[in-house]
């Protein structure tokens, strides 16, 4: 079982930055892809960003590529998102989630097994 908890959300003017962090409670964290969703209202889960378990391959959505950097420390069991120039169109509930996967990476929302609680992030203009 893989419990993940983010932090790191809140409020920010547009072309601002925040850095959303995961903490995952895994055994062999490496062997887990990891990814950043997110939910606006209205609308549907999206992949926001994933990284593969060794961390070496990486994917974005086009409308956060160049602005939006996923992370992980394998040694501390954290996944981070780095978000830099953000829109008012970034605002959503950002969530942390993983699937197995330790040299591939998840790009389906319904292929990711666990699920953190969310993080609220909302961009002003």
């Known amino acids: 079982q893989v419990q993940l908890l983010e932090s790191g959300g809140g409020l920010v003017q547009a072309g601002g930055s925040l850095r959303l962090s995961c903490a995952a409670s895994?055994?062999?964290?490496?062997?887990?892809?990891m990814g950043w969703l997110r939910q606006a209202p209205g609308k549907e889960r999206e992949l926001v960003a994933t990284?593969?378990?060794?961390?070496?391959?990486?994917q974005y959505a086009d409308s956060v590529k160049g602005r939006f950097a996923i992370s992980r420390d394998n040694v501390k069991n954290m996944v981070y998102l780095q978000m830099n120039s953000l829109k008012p169109e970034d605002t959503a509930v950002y969530y942390c989630?993983?699937?197995?996967?330790?040299?591939?990476?998840?790009?389906?929302?319904?292929?990711?097994?666990?699920w953190g609680r969310g993080t609220q992030v909302t961009v002003s203009s």
């Open positions: 989630a993983g699937a197995l996967g330790h040299t591939i990476i998840i790009v389906r929302v319904s292929e990711y097994d666990y």
């Open positions: 895994a055994r062999s964290f490496s062997n887990y892809a």
């Open positions: 990284i593969s378990g060794d961390g070496a391959t990486t």
